[in-house]
C-alpha cells in the first residue's frame, strides 16, 4: 500500500469514527427489525453500543475503516454499515477520506436483514 493510499484509509477510519460518535453529519437508517428490538430496549441502547464500539479487527475490518460492526441485542445478532456516497446522495462518493465531498450513510440491521 503507498503512503498516500496508507493516509487515506486513514482519514477515512478518523472520519468513520467521528461518525460514529457523532452522526450529525450524515444519515442513520435502522430497518425494520432493529426497529423492533429498539422498541424493546431503546434505540439510544443500540446507538450507543455502535458509538462505543471497538473490536474490529481482521475479519470484520480487512480494509481498516472502522466502517462495520456486530453487536448483540435482545439475543439478535445486529449489524451496522457505514457506506459512502456524493453529497446529494445519489451516487458512490469519488473519495470518502474527504468529509467536503462525503456523506456517510450507516444502516444497523438484523443479521438476517444483511
Known amino acids: 500500500m503507498t503512503e498516500a493510499c496508507e493516509k487515506r484509509t486513514e482519514r477515512t477510519r478518523q472520519l468513520n469514527d467521528r461518525f460514529r ?5 450524515g444519515k442513520i437508517v435502522v430497518t425494520e427489525g432493529v426497529a423492533v428490538i429498539a422498541y424493546n430496549i431503546g434505540l439510544g441502547e443500540i446507538l450507543e453500543a455502535v458509538k462505543t464500539f471497538d473490536r474490529f479487527d481482521e475479519a470484520n475490518d480487512p480494509h481498516s475503516e472502522h466502517d462495520f460492526g456486530a453487536i448483540e441485542f435482545d439475543g439478535a ?13 445519489q451516487a458512490g462518493s469519488a473519495d470518502p477520506s474527504d468529509a467536503k465531498q462525503t456523506t456517510r450513510v450507516m444502516t444497523i440491521m438484523t443479521a438476517e436483514e444483511y
Request: aromatic content about 22%; charged content about 50%; overall charge negative.
Open 77 to 89: 445478532k445486529v449489524f451496522w454499515k457505514i457506506d459512502y456516497y456524493d453529497r446529494a446522495i
Open 21 to 25: 460518535e457523532d452522526p450529525k453529519d
